[in-house]
């Protein structure tokens, strides 16, 4: 079991609907991130929050909206997807790094991530 | 930014060592070295990170070149569940942007 929670773990949508995928932690943490991985492929980083704001958005198309409503929650909008965002979608959250004292480097804690297909 | 290199594929005999290589000719002097792991169907998993000095827990050895142009992480002792992608990845301190590479796929045989 993972301390980050993410949902659906699966999730087929058409190309004309509206869906989210949430992501949960409980760990204090205040940086949190959406990574999208093909088959056999590495994660790509997509966005990065850090305290509630958008730190890095990593050129995604706009159909792609994250939101992050508190310290505890991200959120990922979908809408018009295409075909080749099919993917396994991971949240992962750590301490934030950018906040002056927090010390030696922390390590990112993921999710199981959601599994999206794109009919 | 620094990149990584590792081997695309590497076997190891079940409660055997395993020596995982990565190369990071350009890393500079705030980067730390992370190592990930993704089993099948499941999210990345820390393994281990270090800055410069050698580094040791539960999971795993890293051991860091003098120079810091490479690395190496050990398992001791692999098991079957031990067969993953591992990752290799440069993160400068007090950044939150973290960059996979390709990493190197494990497998052990029993």
């Known amino acids: 079991d993972t301390e980050v929670t993410q949902t659906p773990k699966h999730l087929v949508m058409g190309m004309t609907n509206k869906k989210s995928l949430k992501c949960e932690q409980h760990?204090?943490?205040?940086?949190m991130y959406w990574y999208k991985q093909k088959a056999k492929k590495p994660p790509e980083l997509m966005f990065v929050?850090?305290?509630?704001?958008?730190?890095i958005n990593e050129s995604v198309p706009s159909r792609f909206s994250p939101e992050c409503p508190n310290s505890s929650l991200l959120n990922l909008h979908l809408h018009a997807l295409q075909p080749e965002d099919s993917a396994l979608y991971l949240c992962?959250?750590?301490?934030?790094?950018?906040?002056?004292?927090?010390?030696?480097?922390?390590?990112?804690?993921f999710g199981d991530g959601t599994r999206l297909s794109i009919l | 930014d620094a990149k990584t290199t590792q081997p695309n594929s590497m076997e190891s005999n079940e409660e055997e060592p395993v020596h995982l290589p990565c190369n990071h000719s350009?890393?500079?002097?705030?980067?730390?070295i992370h190592w990930y792991r993704q089993l099948p169907s499941q999210g990345p998993e820390y393994v281990i990170h270090?800055?410069?000095s050698n580094v040791n827990n539960r999971m795993a050895s890293l051991a860091i070149a003098e120079d810091r142009k490479s690395s190496t992480l050990i398992l001791h002792r692999a098991t079957l569940r031990d067969a993953a992608v591992y990752y290799c990845?440069?993160?400068?301190?007090?950044?939150?942007?973290?960059?996979f590479g390709a990493g190197t796929r494990l497998t052990v045989k029993p």
């Open positions: 270090g800055l410069t």
């Open positions: 992962a959250s750590s301490q934030d790094l950018k906040v002056k004292g927090t010390g030696r480097d922390q390590p990112q804690h």
């Open positions: 990845i440069l993160r400068k301190y007090n950044n939150n942007d973290m960059r």
């Open positions: 929050y850090s305290y509630e704001k958008l730190s």
């Open positions: 760990m204090g943490h205040r940086a």
């Open positions: 350009t890393i500079s002097g705030t980067d730390y």
